[in-house]
């Protein structure tokens, strides 16, 4: 579902996941963002990448070292309106890649 406009374009963040930026759904197809992705994170055309439906939303909140901020935060739930649904796409982690057997 598209959503009233919003400012967000697309930006990285910072987390657990690598190389994660997010895309905004209104100003960019999947195709466009995966290509945008691997040109900002200065990739390779053939870098693999996971590509998921999730949001982004202005509002306060504490960063990985304790600091308030007011900023653009990834969520993977929807918060109505409030929420820019985006293409989060990161590099996925070597259990993910294609063809990879997990040991056990």
Known sequence: ??????????DYFPTEYIGLMCFNKQ???????????????????????????????YRYGTDEEGEPRSCWWHEWEDYGNRSVPVWSIRSPYSWEKEGSVEEV
């Open 1 to 10: 579902m598209i959503k009233g406009k919003s400012t967000f374009d697309y």
């Open 27 to 57: 100003r960019y197809t999947e195709e466009q963002a995966i290509e945008l992705w691997r040109r900002e994170m200065a990739y390779k055309n053939n870098e693999p990448c996971l590509a998921e439906d999730a949001f982004v939303r």
